[in-house]
């Protein structure tokens, strides 16, 4: 079945910077979407970036400008690059993915597949 397994997350002090992988296995759609969410103790869940097929990307208010969204279709690997990190961007990150509909949203909803998710921790 599809496997979603993420890496990279971890401790790292306000303004400092983190990368997160996603490897993602057996996952096969004619329009695939892929994304970033995370969810913070006593908060819902809440989307943070996509990216589809031709490497359009949508990303929340929140993290424009500071965080990235890329993918690697060789290794079969989802990124998430998070720089100038404040304590608001501590939550868990999960990987997320959909087969067709519109990419832009981040809805997690509308996302099938899902990892486990990293911890992502900021202190001041």
């Known amino acids: 079945q599809v496997q979603l397994v993420e890496s990279g997350g971890g401790s790292v002090q306000v303004g400092g910077s983190l990368r997160l992988a996603c490897e993602v296995s057996r996952f096969t759609a004619s329009n695939p979407c892929m994304g970033w969410f995370r969810q913070a103790p006593g908060k819902e869940r809440e989307g943070v970036a996509t990216?589809?097929?031709?490497?359009?990307?949508a990303y929340a208010n929140s993290v424009k400008g500071r965080f990235t969204i890329s993918q690697d279709y060789s290794k079969n690997t989802l990124y998430l690059q998070m720089n100038s990190l404040k304590p608001e961007d501590t939550a868990m990150y999960y990987c997320a993915a959909r087969g067709g509909g519109r990419c832009y949203e981040l809805n997690p909803e509308y996302f099938e597949y899902w990892g486990q998710g990293t911890q992502v921790t900021v202190s001041s």
């Open positions: 990216i589809d097929s031709v490497d359009s990307s």
